[in-house]
Nanobody
Framework: QVQLVESGGGWVQAGGSLRLSCAASGRIFRGKSMGWYRQAPGKQREMVAIVTSAGSTNYASSVKGRFTISRDNAKNAVYLQMNNLKPEDTAVYYC???????????WGQGTQVTVSS
């Protein structure tokens, strides 16, 4: 069973915007803090943004003010609005429940974001 499906990635020029979507199973989504993570070539996976089940958010300093994480609890979905994209944002982006990510479980295929200069 595929429990997390990311979409919305693509190729954009620096300064552009993308909106990523994550469709999650109820089992992995409901009542859980959800996060967006990214992994650039040759680098470790990085937590980009978190939204708790109650809607509180937190962001990596590198994306603060540019990215917005949100969730739709009725749809078991989490989103990442990315504005003013920079080349250093280039990575594969993944969503996951925090509790799952912390034990290395549940990762989907991710969606590629490429930002050119």
């Amino acid at each position: 069973q595929v429990q997390l499906v990311e979409s919305g990635g693509g190729w954009v020029q620096a300064g552009g915007s993308l909106r990523l979507s994550c469709a999650a199973s109820g089992r992995i989504f409901r009542g859980k803090s959800m996060g967006w993570y990214r992994q650039a070539p040759g680098k470790q996976r990085e937590m980009v943004a978190i939204v708790t089940s109650a809607g509180s958010t937190n962001y990596a300093s590198s994306v603060k003010g540019r990215f917005t994480i949100s969730r739709d609890n009725a749809k078991n979905a989490v989103y990442l609005q990315m504005n003013n994209l920079k080349p250093e944002d280039t990575a594969v982006y993944y969503c996951n429940a925090l509790v799952m990510a912390n034990i290395g479980r549940g990762w989907g295929q991710g969606t590629q974001v490429t930002v050119s200069s």
